[in-house]
């Protein structure tokens, strides 16, 4: 149903309450329907009633005043006048008029909160009549507003003649002013405080009286967020003269959106009065409160949970988080009187001895989709048994769980409850790995029969027919097949008449082998280079010695490599075994050195005196022409480390690099590794 269409709406800040009393009683005396917001009774929607009304209405009186002009509604409702053209603006007291509403002509009444000035009356319902009738033009004269002010002043009241005497006149002003004081009373509203904003939705909000016309023992009415309820706030006793309601939202039908954590709004009022000002509350994270009733048992034992506030005490599993391990709905719901109670089964989890181990440990609860709880403590006495490994062979070594812990046979006690990775290895067998449940207070016993490793090695020579010999023991002609061979270090030597004699050094572990054994016909090497093999401390004036002005090399040799198919490559012109690749990344001079440690260290080509080569040796590799892709080095090599680390230095704050593509000496902070060794027919 359509609403009522109003003469008139006044918008106004709380503060200005009297000032819109006031005018309210003048304009409603002239015979204008007028509308307020005192007007709203408990449990309607302020806002749409608000809206409503300003839309129902012919004209919008703004009370501008300090505490207006700050006010988002009254700026809207200002807004909604001024965009409708039926805003009439209003001066109760001097402040700065917002942006966009100054061009619009502003009546001045300074002391309407008190008294009705007469002329400024006759302009203001001048300019109401002229827009509730823009035919016509009325111009108000002070005889009629000056009848209107008096009944302002007292209802009780009638002009009266001047003749009187002025015994009669005075207590007609003390009567008024009664009167006037009375219906500010009646009128004024009543203000609330929330005691306690930031709570748990299962605790009462505390709302107390902010002023004395809210001292009035009866129960409140409550909107809290947007949902009305009547008379659900519960008056309580007294405190200081002020009176106290408790509302309590666990106690009224909700929606899970309205307990949940973060902040709701709430209004409240009196039964047939308008509602108070919106106030905000927070309700705190929900978080459940458990006891633990076994804070000590053993591992194979069963902890017991109890709920100790309302809303852990729900049916429903728990998940259960042991020492940062989370175990899903391993609490399993007990109802014991009313009591919620949850029982978990150590063994069911199938701890890891590294969790149950003896001790404290950190506990923390939570129901599925929950919150978890503060942190529990309990201490575990863990179930022991012991356990015997035997192998065959004897003399393996044994891992428990990734620790080394001897050899076998051996005997170890205490080990708690649970399974365990038991790993043993022997040189040349194959690692074996089982998983045991060790069985409390019992003698647990596992045996292992290792298997041997056996090998084979293919050994091809270029040209074949070379004589193999492997530690010294003359194994047959290549190409040829070496089985039942064991991991272990070998050395591999070819022998062939009228050409050179070639060994090699391999590793093996535990995969089969193909060895090329390249050989080099005697005398076929025309020249032989003999390079400065010793690191030092190179001068610049040493430098130009190698190079020209521009860094590059003076001199070039005749190279004679051989691919060893291993990794290395053989210059038989200067007797050096260099890397075919060299290190993966750029690294520093520092890390270049520990790079050339490991690399002896794991024998790499079957070698172990593989060193940083000197400037000299860096620089037999340049080639005259662009041979690897706009590098200077042969084919053979990996055209990926483009510069590399010599071993020779140029003061205590670095060394020397080569650069395959620049062709020239040069000082960086990180290059390459290619090693080198020096090889001794």
Not at 145 to 169: G, H, M, V, Y
Request: proline content about 4%; glycine content about 4%; overall charge positive.
């Amino acid at each position: 149903m359509e609403a009522k269409k109003n003469d008139i709406f006044i918008s106004y800040a709380r503060k200005d309450k009297s000032s819109a009393i006031n005018l309210a009683l003048a304009l409603k005396k002239n015979g204008w329907s007028v509308w307020w917001d005192n007007e709203i009774l408990a449990g309607k929607t302020f806002r749409k009633t608000i809206e409503r009304q300003l839309k129902n209405s012919k004209c919008v009186i703004v009370l501008w005043s300090n505490n207006s002009i700050n006010s988002d509604f009254v700026n809207d409702e200002a807004d909604f006048g001024k965009n409708m053209n039926i805003l009439i603006p209003v001066l109760i007291e001097d402040c700065e008029i917002p942006l966009g509403f100054r061009q619009i002509q502003t009546h001045r009444m300074h002391d309407i909160h008190s008294k009705l000035n007469i002329s400024e009356l006759d302009h203001l319902f001048s300019a109401i009549t002229n827009m509730l009738n823009p035919d016509i033009h009325i111009t108000y004269k002070n005889s009629k507003n000056k009848d209107i002010q008096n009944t302002i002043a007292s209802e009780l009241l009638k002009k009266s003649s001047r003749k009187w005497p002025q015994i009669i006149f005075a207590p007609a002003l003390f009567i008024g002013l009664v009167v006037s004081i009375l219906a500010l009373y009646l009128t004024w509203p009543a203000a609330f405080e929330i005691n306690n904003q930031a709570l748990k939705f299962t605790d009462p909000i505390i709302i107390k009286a902010g002023n004395f016309i809210a001292n009035k023992p009866v129960h409140l009415n409550v909107q809290f967020d947007e949902k009305f309820y009547e008379k659900q706030a519960i008056l309580q006793k007294k405190s200081k003269d002020r009176q106290i309601w408790h509302f309590w939202i666990k106690d009224q039908h909700y929606s899970p959106d309205m307990i949940k954590a973060g902040k709701h709004t709430i209004r409240v009022g009196f039964p047939d009065d308008r509602m108070s000002e919106e106030f905000v509350i927070e309700f705190m994270p929900h978080i459940p409160r458990f006891i633990i009733l076994t804070p000590t048992l053993r591992s194979d034992g069963i902890m017991k949970i109890m709920a100790d506030n309302n809303i852990a005490n729900i049916k429903k599993s728990l998940h259960i988080e042991f020492d940062s391990v989370l175990f899903p709905e391993s609490g399993v719901p007990v109802d014991i009187k009313g009591q919620q109670i949850w029982h978990c089964n150590l063994q069911n989890l199938q701890l890891t001895p590294e969790i149950i181990k003896k001790g404290k440990h950190k506990i923390r609860f939570r129901f599925p989709g929950g919150e978890f709880s503060k942190e529990h403590a309990i201490v575990i006495k863990p179930l022991l048994g012991s356990l015997y490994v035997t192998t065959k062979p004897e003399k393996a070594k044994i891992y428990l769980n990734g620790k080394k812990k001897g050899k076998s046979p051996a005997n170890f006690k205490n080990i708690a409850s649970g399974f365990v990775d038991i790993l043993v290895e022997l040189d040349n067998y194959k690692k074996q790995k089982k998983s045991l449940h060790i069985h409390p207070e019992k003698q647990n016993s596992v045996h292992f029969d290792l298997e041997k490793i056996i090998l084979n090695i293919n050994v091809v020579t270029n040209p074949s027919g070379a004589n193999i010999f492997v530690n010294g023991k003359q194994k047959g002609f290549s190409p040829v097949t070496l089985t039942n061979i064991t991991p272990g270090d070998y050395e591999l030597k070819a022998v062939l008449t009228d050409y050179l004699e070639n060994i090699k050094y391999i590793k093996l572990k535990d995969k089969d082998k193909k060895i090329i054994i390249n050989l080099i016909k005697k005398g076929i090497i025309a020249k032989k280079y003999r390079l400065r093999s010793i690191p030092k401390l190179l001068s610049t004036q040493e430098l130009y010695k190698l190079t020209d002005s521009n860094f590059k090399p003076k001199s070039y040799i005749e190279n004679h490599y051989v691919d060893n198919g291993d990794g290395t490559v053989t210059d038989y012109a200067t007797d050096l075994v260099w890397q075919k690749k060299g290190s993966n990344t750029i690294i520093s001079y520092d890390k270049a050195k520990k790079y050339i440690y490991r690399l002896n260290k794991e024998k790499f080509g079957g070698y172990s005196d593989w060193r940083l080569p000197t400037l000299e040796e860096l620089i037999s590799l340049l080639e005259k022409e662009e041979l690897n892709k706009h590098l200077y080095i042969y084919p053979v090599f990996n055209r990926y480390q483009a510069w590399c680390w010599s071993a020779d230095i140029w003061s205590y704050k670095g060394a020397y690099s080569l650069h395959y593509g620049y062709k020239s000496v040069w000082t960086t902070e990180e290059s390459f590794v290619r090693a080198v060794r020096s090889f001794r027919q």
